[in-house]
């Protein structure tokens, strides 16, 4: 039994530690990036371009789901997570993270069918990649991540218990809805993953409610929260590095403009 206590203390502090450290890291490199990301793409070079308004919408939406999701681990490092036991924020908390993740990787997809329309020697495919599709897209993009994960404002309850947050889905439906509109409405690697993390632990918290598992519940979700957050926060650094001289030119003007205004001051 005091192994199993011992077991349990380690791996909450663990998990505290990952919530102090790498959630911090994550979120300043992250919020740094994406609010330089959305001061280069508001500059008048991308004005009128069609993947530029989409990769503005993406770091705000990038931004958003950083701090919804970042922040409450970050304080839950220090203290109790106001999620756990404050109904309201926690059911906001999910409708934030899920549906603006889910906006951020169509806004890819959308991105990336842009770049195709563009380059494509097909005469009318060309045509239709224009400012005003990429914005009805985005709109539409929004509406419908918004829609899908509204039914988060009713699952997710606080305070609960054998979960691996206190802020989770409160029935087996309610999960399993959320992992199923993950499935199928978020195409990508990352989500195939936390759809079968979520299908295998929530199968091993049925038959195993134990302390020492539930600990191991804990630190193991928080971990995958974490490394799923990466892809929210290294945009800036992936258009720095691969974006081509457009995007870099455009930052260099940006911060040249600072300077000015901070040396006339």
Known sequence: M???TSYIAFLNYITAEFNRSLAVFISLFG???????????????????????????LSIVDLVSLVSGLSTLIIAGWTINPTSYIGP??????FL?????????WLMVLATIDRWLQSSINARHRQKSSL????????IIIILSAICYSQQLYCYEANLIDTPLQCYGKTSV???LTDLSLALVTVCIPVILMVLFDKFYSSILEHDGSPVQLAINTFVYNLAILIYDISNAISFYMYLVFGGSIFRKALYEFLVSIKEKLTCH
């Open 2 to 4: 005091s192994n199993d």
């Open 31 to 57: 919020v740094i990036g994406n609010i330089l990301n959305i001061f280069v793409f508001s500059q008048r070079i991308y004005h009128w371009n069609s993947c530029g308004w989409i990769f503005l919408v």
């Open 174 to 176: 309610c999960r399993y």
């Open 132 to 139: 005003k599709n990429s914005q009805l897209w985005t709109i």
């Open 97 to 105: 993270v899920f549906s603006t993740r889910t906006m951020a990787t």
């Open 89 to 94: 924020i926690c059911k906001i908390r999910a």
